[in-house]
């Protein structure tokens, strides 16, 4: 009788069933089907692109721990009186003298007062760097993630999504980390040195795939 010989498989090819422990229908010795290398790392590429889509629900207050109280009363201006600029010069020297409670004040009053002026963007990541030093790792998120929402594409978003991914980490959100530092690399291939350095370090840190 006439010999049978198999058809061998395209490189890049695999097969989904029994023998690579795919899902199988009807008769177990059957293939569900084919799958290219290109759509694996296709869906695998989606699938982590969607994880940062999470991390709204991810950052609710009740999983990332006890809420800070609200003021019932407004806070008194720590700014001096000057010009925007001055304002920001004195907020940020606040940060250098390492005076982080004033400085988070002083930051978050210049912050709310001047929310469209070009200092603010600034302002808004070292605030969220204030609250990292001092390990209120909820408020940095918070902060950094908001800072990343308003400017997407401004000139701190590639460091305000590296620091993000930092404070996720820092909570053991290590999921929702690796989604944002995968962001940060997709979204932004030639941010600078520095953050590509440490974007590979805490990545291998995480266990990040």
Same mark, same amino acid.
């Given at each position: 009788?006439?010999?049978?010989?198999?058809?061998?498989?395209?490189?890049?090819?695999?097969?989904?069933?029994?023998?690579?422990?795919?899902?199988?229908?009807?008769?177990?010795?059957?293939?569900?089907?084919?799958?290219?290398?290109?759509?694996?790392?296709?869906?695998?590429?989606?699938?982590?692109?969607?994880?940062?889509?999470?991390?709204?629900?991810?950052?609710?207050? /009740?999983?990332?721990?006890?809420?800070?109280?609200?003021?019932?009363?407004?806070?008194?201006?720590?700014?001096?009186?000057?010009?925007?600029?001055?304002?920001?010069?004195?907020?940020?020297?606040?940060?250098?003298?390492?005076?982080?409670?004033?400085?988070?004040?002083?930051?978050?009053?210049?912050?709310? /007062?001047?929310?469209?002026?070009?200092?603010?963007?600034?302002?808004?990541?070292?605030?969220?760097?204030?609250?990292?030093?001092?390990?209120?790792?909820?408020?940095?998120?918070?902060?950094?993630?908001?800072?990343?929402?308003?400017?997407?594409?401004?000139?701190?978003?590639?460091?305000?999504?590296?620091?993000?991914?930092?404070?996720?980490?820092?909570?053991?959100?290590?999921?929702?980390?690796?989604?944002?530092?995968?962001?940060?690399?997709?979204?932004?291939?030639?941010?600078?040195?520095?953050?590509?350095?440490?974007?590979?370090?805490?990545?291998?840190?995480?266990?990040?795939?």
């Amino acid at each position: 009788p006439p010999r049978l010989t198999a058809v061998p498989r395209p490189k890049g090819v695999y097969q989904i069933g029994p023998s690579t422990g795919g899902v199988t229908l009807g008769n177990p010795a059957g293939t569900l089907g084919t799958i290219t290398q290109r759509e694996l790392n296709t869906a695998r590429r989606q699938n982590r692109a969607n994880e940062i889509g999470n991390i709204n629900q991810v950052l609710r207050p /009740t999983n990332l721990g006890t809420p800070v109280p609200q003021q019932s009363e407004a806070p008194k201006s720590i700014l001096p009186t000057g010009t925007p600029k001055e304002q920001y010069k004195f907020a940020f020297g606040l940060v250098r003298k390492q005076e982080f409670g004033d400085a988070v004040k002083a930051l978050e009053e210049f912050i709310k /007062t001047y929310p469209t002026e070009p200092l603010t963007t600034n302002a808004r990541n070292w605030l969220g760097r204030t609250h990292y030093v001092t390990k209120d790792y909820r408020s940095a998120i918070e902060v950094f993630l908001a800072a990343y929402k308003v400017q997407p594409k401004g000139k701190k978003a590639a460091d305000n999504l590296f620091r993000l991914g930092l404070s996720l980490a820092a909570l053991k959100k290590n999921k929702e980390a690796c989604a944002t530092f995968y962001k940060l690399d997709q979204d932004f291939p030639d941010s600078n040195s520095i953050i590509k350095k440490q974007l590979v370090l805490q990545r291998k840190k995480i266990g990040c795939g």
